[in-house]
């Protein structure tokens, strides 16, 4: 697989040499197919690793368990699944993605479409023979575009398979998530390899837009600054992730009977604990994300109306299935000292962007890009912006539908987190940022404080 990931497909020239893999559009498009069969191969063989082993398996045959295979490729790309207990019974939907799911057609989309990029810039030029005038190499969103058709065309493919049967996806839903979920990616990768302007140029219109733009603001979003405000970001939300991490294994420890209890009960024998303990491993990502909202102040909803966070956590529904990892949630009471200080981990995230607001101040390169307290205070209100909105859309991915009546939703209100996450971060940024500054200026060799307190 890695040869695949890393290589592409390759055709062979008629002069008996192989040519570069991807070389055209033709060679994107199937790049695109082979990625999604690679995604769909690895669900493929990991359900039926898990079909062999068990004692008596839930999908009947071998062809149920493919059938599970494409749903399960199908939810990691954001599709919601829909199942039946028998003929005549009420559908009941699956809305919750495993996070750590997702990672496998991420992945594979990513690095496939940046080496089907790479070789296609890279490829000849020539026709087959080698005789015929230069051509023009394809443009790169000529590539990009054509791989994405071969990958969505797979995935249709899928949806037409698994849309029927006990578990089957929800068309409307893959519809819409499946292409949300590649074009985004490829676009990602689009704009580390050789930017969006050359895939996705921007209309006239626009351009005079931004022209128009008062200059302050033009300055606000020059690439430097939103570069230093996504590093900030990015550290501010991954010190979030590792609170809510450890907020859940903190959780775990602390209920450590009643998780063995609870996995005892829902898979006596050791291949069912397997697949359970898998299962939670895949839900762990999601777990860190509601811990990161329990910190925030919001929390999440066990369905029915329920509220779990800081300031208590009270209304639980009485269905709840015993699964190890609802184990963390704590038992319904007021809240605590204890547990308003999980507010340290808000706090750090602030701090985390305040530092890498505050560091381009310090570089050699800070007069001339005119690095003022303006500059640092406006990187690190973009940083809570940029967290705030990485925090919404987390938040919408790791909760869902699990049921009809109590369970309709569960996880954290995606706008509510958001919200908290921007408050946090900038009520705790921006000014550190600014104080982080007078600092490093102040300990720069070479300077007086005098010019540094009117800088």
Known sequence: MSQTTDNGPTAAAPGGAAAQPATTTGGAFLAGVVTAGLGLGVCTVSVLLLWIVAP???AGSPSGALHIAADLWLLAHGADLVRTAGPGAAAVPVGVTPLLLVAVPVWL?????????SAAEGGPRRHARGTGPLRRPASPGAVLGRFLGGYLLTAAAAVAYAASGALRVAPVSALLCVPLTAAGTVTVVA???VGLRAVLPLPARAR?????????VRAAL??????AALRAACAAGAVLLATGALLVLTGLVWHAGAVRHDLLHVAPDWPGRGTVLLVCLLLLPNAAVWGAAYALGPGFTLGAGSTVGPLGAAGYPAGLPPFPLLDAVPQEAAGSPLTWAAAVGPVAA?????????????GPEARLLRWNRRATATVAALAALVCGAGAAVLAGAAGGALGTAALRHVGPSWWLTGAAATGWTAAVAVPGALLLREWHLW?????SPLPKLRS
Request: hydrophobic letters at 40%; charged letters at 15%; a positive charge.
């Open 208 to 216: 005079r837009v931004w022209a128009g733009l008062p200059p302050g």
């Open 443 to 447: 300990h720069t060799p070479g300077r």
């Open 56 to 58: 008596a398996p839930a």
């Open 222 to 227: 020059a690439p430097p600054r939103c570069a």
């Open 191 to 193: 704009a580390r390899t």
């Open 350 to 362: 602030g701090a985390a962007a305040a530092w890498y607001a505050a560091r381009p101040a310090r």
């Open 109 to 117: 989309l990513y690095r496939c479409a940046q080496r089907t990029l």
